[in-house]
């Protein structure tokens, strides 16, 4: 989006604009660091096309200001507008935030000290989201969850999915992991202590401060928030951690961000999940962590040709753990 046009919003929004920073690309939306009059920092947002952009804008909105009521550091709004920018059967829409300090940095570079700070700071942020009022018309994270797996069983019953998968990665998939994966997701779904979850606490949405102090300065983009168990985030977050820390044993990635920091150091610890009469919750937390990375395998496959794969280092250790885990095989 130019410049010009950026500018005629934010004066829409009673913005003096004194810069405007490069775009920063999300899952939605595109970021803008605005320097306004005074120096003052703001962050505005422009949403992507998609059917219901409106109902994300509004509720990643209301969880940001809630958490921001609780002393979080988390983005919210400094205008209650929502602007329409382009009309259409899907419009874009524009919005303007608080600018966050801090910087994201890369998985591999975290330490144990930003381990422990990434679960207190999620095990604090689930604790003010247990008081949270989310409504019935927000998503459930199964219904989520059932709809993904649904379309990646789709795909690999394909016959050239089979077929490049055996000659091109010697790889190869079993289907009955889908009925595993739909009853996990249907425990999950029967649970009642469920509130809103972030679903998508990773490097890029985590901001820490600069400096020689290890905290957590800013979370951002909730645009992917839905209503869950909150074993389902922990586990979301895992598996982006088992595969990103390469440089870390993950028995030692999860004592420290889990452990030691989520259960240990934050404001709540993960409840119980009793299935059957049993305490199932380390088990499910595994079995999670396991759906999340064949979801995270599918959409490599999905999106990347199968012979550039093996040069991308994420792809690699993902397939690692899921053959270490048994969820694909061999190829014949």
Request: net charge negative; with cysteine.
């Amino acid at each position: 989006m130019n410049k010009e046009l950026l500018t005629q919003i934010l004066e829409r929004f009673d913005v003096e604009v004194s810069s405007i920073d490069s775009a920063q690309k999300g899952y939605r939306n595109s970021t803008y660091r605005v320097v306004g009059s005074s120096d003052v920092e703001h962050n505005l947002i422009v949403f992507k096309r998609e059917p219901d952009a409106l109902g994300h804008i509004m509720r990643s909105s209301a969880i940001g200001e809630f958490l921001h009521s609780k002393g979080q550091p988390a983005r919210h709004p400094m205008d209650e507008r929502i602007l329409r920018v382009f009309n259409g059967d899907y419009p874009m829409y524009a919005g303007l935030y608080n600018y966050l300090p801090g910087v994201t940095i890369p998985w591999e570079a975290y330490t144990r000290k930003h381990l422990l700070e990434l679960g207190r700071s999620f095990s604090d942020m689930h604790g003010y989201l247990s008081e949270y009022e989310y409504s019935v018309d927000d998503p459930q994270t199964h219904d989520v969850l059932t709809s993904q797996l649904k379309r990646m069983r789709i795909y690999f019953q394909k016959e050239g999915v089979i077929s490049a998968m055996s000659s091109k990665l010697g790889l190869a998939v079993d289907l009955s992991v889908f009925e595993s994966f739909l009853k996990l997701v249907e425990v999950m779904g029967s649970s009642s202590n469920k509130q809103m979850l972030h679903m998508d606490f990773v490097r890029g949405n985590v901001l820490f401060a600069e400096g020689d102090e290890v905290r957590v300065s800013g979370i951002i983009d909730f645009e992917k928030a839905s209503v869950g168990h909150p074993v389902l985030d922990v586990a979301r977050t895992m598996a982006f951690l088992l595969v990103d820390c390469r440089d870390r044993d993950a028995l030692a990635v999860q004592k420290a961000f889990f452990y030691s920091g989520y259960q240990k150091r934050g404001a709540t610890s993960l409840s119980r999940i009793v299935d059957l009469g049993c305490d199932r919750t380390m088990e499910i937390l595994s079995q999670l962590v396991g759906l999340f990375l064949f979801h995270d395998f599918y959409k490599f496959l999905l999106h990347n040709p199968y012979e550039d794969l093996s040069k991308n280092e994420h792809f690699v250790r993902t397939e690692d753990e899921l053959l270490r885990r048994a969820l694909i095989s061999p190829g014949v």
